[in-house]
């Protein structure tokens, strides 16, 4: 699972498991107010990381945009490699290091980080929508799989193994704690 504007990994894995979320998990900081969590029952750790991708832009200024990742493999012997990244301001813009570079940047990151044959997933809120030059880059490059509607449509999910792949809105977190995103969720089948 991959977590943004996260200050309290803790938090809230604690309040998935008391909504009824099973096993035995184990969560990564990103830096950056970002997350990771993997199932310790289903996956074996093998490498993480994580880097700044990005920078807002200087009219919507909060700082350096993040990339973390999580390389795992899973009890069948698949090898998979996680990234997820929370996108730079103000929403869709281009150009300095807001837009196409921060696409260039994540994969990158993929490129000296994932193996030959390994099930890449990328999520995050990229704080772009489909339009912008950051989505249309990575569409270039990775398969889109699924996309969120909140604030028009900036939460994506990208894969090199998308083919079958199911995915669904959640909805937004209920009560005073909840996101102003929709929680997505997508199940991959590796073959």
């Known amino acids: 699972m991959g977590f943004q504007e996260c200050d309290d990994r803790a938090r809230v894995l604690a309040d998935a498991k008391a909504e009824g979320l ?3 998990w184990e969560a990564l900081d990103g830096g950056h107010a ?4 993997y199932r310790k029952d289903r996956f074996t ?3 993480s990381g994580r880097e700044d991708v990005g920078e807002d832009s200087y009219k919507q200024y909060y700082g350096k945009r993040g990339a973390q990742w999580v390389r795992l493999q899973q009890t069948d012997g698949t090898k998979v490699f996680f990234i997820n990244h929370h996108g730079p301001l103000p929403v869709s813009e281009d150009g300095g290091c807001t837009g196409s570079a921060t696409a260039h940047n994540i994969m990158r990151v993929i490129a000296q980080n994932a193996h030959k044959g390994d099930g890449i997933i990328l999520m995050g809120d990229f704080n772009a929508q489909g339009s912008s030059s950051r989505i249309q880059e990575l569409n270039k490059r990775l398969d ?3 996309s969120g509607t909140s604030m028009g449509g900036v939460d994506h999910i990208y894969s090199n193994c998308g083919e079958g792949a199911e995915g669904m809105n959640l909805g937004k977190g209920a009560g005073q704690d909840g996101s102003d995103h929709d929680a997505l969720s997508v199940t991959f089948h590796f073959r």
């Not at 970002?34 to 969590?37: D, R, S």
């Open 144 to 146: 889109h799989v699924y």
């Open 45 to 47: 750790y093998l490498a």
């Open 22 to 24: 099973q096993g035995d």
């Open 34 to 37: 970002i997350a990771l969590m």
